[in-house]
DNA sequence: TACAAAACTAAACAAACGTTTAATTTAAAC
DNA sequence: GTTTAAATTAAACGTTTGTTTAGTTTTGTA
C-alpha cells in the first residue's frame, strides 16, 4: 500500500492526536486542523475514520513485524546474549515507535473483534513464540532453568517497558525542566531499564532453585 | 461521601461500561440504558458526565488507598517474606478491582491535569514508596542487593500484573469455554503469576553480581 | 390531610460528531 | 488549448452527544 506525502502527513498527525487525547477523543475536525487540510480529505482518503485507524495500525506493524522478525536471525553466542540481545531490540522497537505503541496499548483494552484485534493478537502471539525460542534455547544448553512460565516472562517483558515509559511520562509531568533536559533523563531512563531488565530476566532464568 | 443504592447502581453499571468499551466511548444514554434510570439522573446525581467518572474514581481510590496503607503494618519475619506478602496483596487488589483497574489504566494515558491526575500520581508514588521501604529494609539488614531501582521494580511490578491479565482476557476472546472453565483457567494464572511474580523479584533483589 | 422537598420523567436544547454532496480548482494527458 | 480525472473546498446532512427544562410523581414530615 502506497501514501501519498499528503496521506502520509495526515496518518502522522492522526496517530500523534490518537496519542496524545485517545480515539474516541479526538475529532475528524481535530485531525484536519493540525494536518491543515479540508476535513472532507480523510474520508476523501480512507473512507471513514475506523479505516483511517486501520491504516496507521497497518502501515506501524508492517515495520514492527519486520523487527521482530530479524530477532530470529541475530548471530549470537550465548543464550544470555540472547536474551540481552532481544531485550535491546524489544525496547528499541517501542522507544522508536512509542506513539503507535501508546495507541495501540490504549486501545487493545476495548477492541474485542475485527482487523486490529487480529493484529493485536498476531503481535502478542509473535512475541511469546520469540521469548520461547530465546528460553528453550537457553535450556537445551543447560544454561536456564526447566520451569520458566513463557507467558509470564512475554508480559513482563512488554508490561515492564510499557510501564516504565509511562510513568516516566508522568513524571515529566510535574518538572519544568528543558526539552534538552528531559531528552537526558529520558535516555537515562532507558539505558537503567535495560540494564535491570537484563539482570531481572537473567536473575529468574538461571538461578537455582535449591536453596 | 455517601451514596444511595440508585446512586451506586449508576456508579458500578457506569464503570463496567467505562472499562469494558472506555470513557469516550460510552454515551449517558447506554449508562442509563444498562442502570434502568432516567437519563437525566446522571446529571441529576453527579452534575455531568466528568463528575460521575470523578465520583468513581474517588470512591475506588478510598479502597485502594487503605489496601495500600495496610501494607506497611503486615508483621512479617524476613524480607522476602514482606516481599512476598506485599506481592499477594498487590495482586489481590488489582483482582478485586480490576474493571477500576482496567478503565485507570486505560484513561491514565490521556489524562494530563485535574483531580484525576493527581489521584493517578499519588496512586504510583505511594505504590513506589512502598516498593521502596521493603527493599531498603532488606538492604540493611544485608539481605538484597545495594544497586536496586526503585523506579524500576514499582513499574515491573504494576506493569507485569496488569499486562498478565490483559493478556489473558485477550486470550480468552478466543476460546469457547463455559463461564465455569475460564474462572478456572483465570484462577490458575493468576497463582502462576504470583509464583513466578514473586521468584523474579527475590532473585533480582538477592542474587550476587560477582558471576 | 396538607405541604414541602426530593425523586423522577419525557421532551427539548444547542453543540459536536462523522460523513456526504455539489461545486470549484488543480494537474496531467493528448 | 482542450479535455478528463484527481484534488480540494465550503456547506449541508442526519445523528448522537451531554445537558437542561418544565412538569409530574413519590416520599417524608407536621
Redesign the interface.
Known sequence: MEYSEKQRQIMDVALALFA???Y??TSIRDIARAAEVNVAMVSYYFGSKDKLLEAIFIHRFSTMREILRDIIYEKTHSPIEKVEKFIDIFIDMLVQHQLFH?LM??E???I??GPL?DM??EL?TTNRRLVEKAVKNGQRLGVFRKDV?V??M???L???????L??HR?EM??TQWTAEEKEIAKKN?IN??RK??K??FI??LT?DEGQ
Open positions: 496524545d487525547h485517545g474516541h477523543k501508546r496499548m490504549r487493545s483494552s476495548v474485542k473483534e484485534f493485536i493478537y502478542k512460565d507467558f509470564f512475554s508480559s513482563v512488554i508490561g515492564s517497558v510499557n510501564q516504565n509511562a510513568n508522568y509531568e510535574h531512563r537503567a531499564l535491570h531488565l539482570r531481572m536473575a529468574y538461578i
